[in-house]
């Protein structure tokens, strides 16, 4: 299983205490869970998110729209991207590279 840092300047960006309690467990997660590839773009079902967070599955597509610029969902393929991702977890060239 992959090790990744954590950005504990998180927490105070604007966009994500502009968030609800449900948004930020949302983008945590998705730059934390097991699925997640080093690029950020990765495929995961509604229903795995809903299962693995425990936030209520009819509510997953209107809480990733909501982290919209930072994540974009593609629904039809069930694929996520982090835009920030790689720029937050990418402490030497080398990481880039392996993305």
């Given amino acids: 299983m992959p090790e990744r840092g ?16 449900q948004g930020k ?11 997640c590839n080093q ?9 795995t998110i809903a299962f693995e967070t425990g936030l209520p599955l009819a509510e997953i597509p209107s809480l990733l729209k909501s982290l919209e610029p930072e994540v974009v969902w593609y ?9 920030p991702f790689l720029e937050e977890q990418a402490r030497s060239s080398k990481f ?3 993305a």
Wanted: proline share 8%.
């Fill in 25 to 35: 467990l949302l983008s945590a997660y998705l730059k934390t869970n097991v699925h």
């Fill in 6 to 21: 954590f950005d504990t300047g998180f927490w105070s960006k604007p966009f994500i205490q502009n968030l609800p309690a």
């Fill in 96 to 98: 880039i590279a392996s």
């Fill in 39 to 47: 690029a950020g773009v990765y495929t995961i079902t509604p229903s």
């Fill in 75 to 83: 629904p039809e393929e069930n694929i996520v991207w982090v835009k």
